[in-house]
């Protein structure tokens, strides 16, 4: 079936430091990939996302890659800001589905 | 332009008793999607409907839960005879077309709190 499986958090950081959370996924159709972040107390937000293979989505200094040959879709950013402290959720969707996939999600803390 | 829009954000309700969750979609948006975020984890599928139509609630639990999407107003999430379990962040998302390539717009979510 379709899934994906993301980095387990938490996270913590220093202010500046680079910045990666893992994401895999498992499609049996073409999927699109997205990457959400949840800030506390609030709801999902897109952050990039990237409807086909070798694309990158970017956004605020994040990045992701679609990459079909590893099945992931990493998100990096080079200096985190206290400011990118929330849960971040990768995502699928798939062209013969009705529904997102999310992965479990990772918390981030960043700290001055 | 309003996003998503979710009512209460907040419900606190004891067991036995019935919770009501509202959602407008985005203007214009036809296709609502419900999930439910349980503590430390991932958001999981529940129904997805379109205008007066269920297409799909293959996540959602057979008793108790029940949802709709009627020609005027907001959709409704309704869980009878709430349990703990129930306890949990319940998000809509809305999206203009189906969910092949387009975005689904998350809204705030109702955090239901059973006693």
Redesign the interface.
């Known amino acids: 079936g379709d899934s ?1 499986t ?1 980095m387990e958090g938490p996270v913590t950081l220093s202010e500046e430091a680079f910045l990666t959370i893992n994401c895999t996924y498992t499609a049996t159709g073409y999927p ?1 990939l ?1 990457w ?1 972040v949840q800030y506390p107390g ?5 952050l990039l ?1 990237a ?1 086909k293979a070798d694309d990158k989505g970017s956004n605020k200094g994040f990045e992701a890659t679609y990459r079909k040959e590893t099945t992931s879709f990493h998100l990096e950013k080079g200096s985190v800001q206290v400011s990118d402290s929330a849960v971040y ?1 990768c995502a699928l ?13 990772t918390s981030l803390t960043v700290i001055p | 332009n309003a996003g ?1 829009m ?1 009512n209460p954000r907040h419900l606190v309700r004891r067991r036995g008793q019935e919770a009501r969750l509202r959602c407008s979609p985005v203007k214009g948006h036809s296709h609502v ?1 419900w ?1 439910r975020q349980l503590p ?6 529940m129904v ?1 409907l379109q205008k007066e139509n269920i ?2 609630e293959s ?1 959602m639990p057979k008793e108790r839960f029940s949802a709709e999407f009627p020609k005027e107003g907001p959709s409704i999430l309704r869980i009878q005879q709430v349990v703990r379990g129930d306890s949990a962040a319940y ?1 809509c ?1 809305s999206s203009p077309l ?12 109702t955090r239901l709190l059973v006693l």
Request: charged letters at 15%.
């Open positions: 994906v993301q699109s997205f959400y609030e709801g999902l937000q897109l996302k409807t959720f969707s798939v062209n013969t589905g009705n529904q997102f996939y999310f992965g479990t999600g | 998503v979710q999607y999930y430390e984890e991932g958001l999981k599928f997805y297409i799909d996540g998000f998302a189906r969910t092949d390539q387009e975005t689904q717009y998350f809204g705030p979510g």
